[in-house]
DNA sequence: GTGAGTGCAAATCTTTTGCATGTTT
DNA sequence: AAACATGCAAAAGATTTGCACTCAC
């Protein structure tokens, strides 16, 4: 992969920005500072970081595709109230991949579980 | 939520079909036999019957939402090849959500898994 | 009769693509 | 020079929305 100026740029931006961001979220903050920046190319590169394992994305329901920098194995939590997207750092599940392929035959290299519920702010709050 | 003729098609025909179908594949089955059933139609109403629960909408990457008619848990394969969605009728695993709960102080109460990898059409197949 | 549901078309949102131009190797 | 990357604007795909009309209750 060739070094291009705006490839250092939009891996410095999302490093300096939440986890799960947005092509369109990196893309403003990009466009601050770089207005010439284009966003077709902050879409190609946000795909081809994935591609290349320097990013990892992240689908959830109703939502813009995400991509995650933190690269380890780890799950996540959405609130049903306030869509607010949450690290799970538990310690993975190390041997379900094992089991599956065992079970079904798939020829399994990973696995992404999300869970669902509220958090524990939304909790607190009376809506 | 009234009954109406166009729910009842609706359901009926996503019943016909794979799991895991598409709102746009079920416009489309539909409308041959109906073709005056618009699609927004389509959309609205299984948007509402995954907020009622008769069906589970499933996002996966790159993809538009599917609706699962398979009500009971379980979790879902796809092949990084083929595309293909596979149901994974594993025993779910039955405490992780209370674990979350407890290592983390979210109020859980679902969980999601999608397992990746080559299936065995594909790793039979040299592309 | 009233409010919920529908059909249609237009609008929106996210992402992709064609193409001429500019940059890296 | 050759291959690849970018910017722009247009296209595409999926989904939502406004609105007048219709139907279920």
Redesign the interface.
Known sequence: MRSTLQREIILNTIRKMHHHATAEEVYAAIHQQHPTISKATVYRNLQRFAQQGELV?L????DA?RYDRRLFQH?H?V?RACNAI?D?D?AP?AD??Q???E??????????????????TC?KTPD
Not at 59 to 62: K, M, T, W, Y
Not at 103 to 120: A, E, L, M, R, T
Request: glycine share 8%.
């Open positions: 994305p689908q959830l329901e109703g595709t799950y939590f609130c949450y799970v538990m599940l379900i991949n089991q599956v392929q079970q079904f035959g798939f020829s399994v290299d990973q696995h992404d579980i999300v869970f669902k519920g509220i958090c524990p909790a």
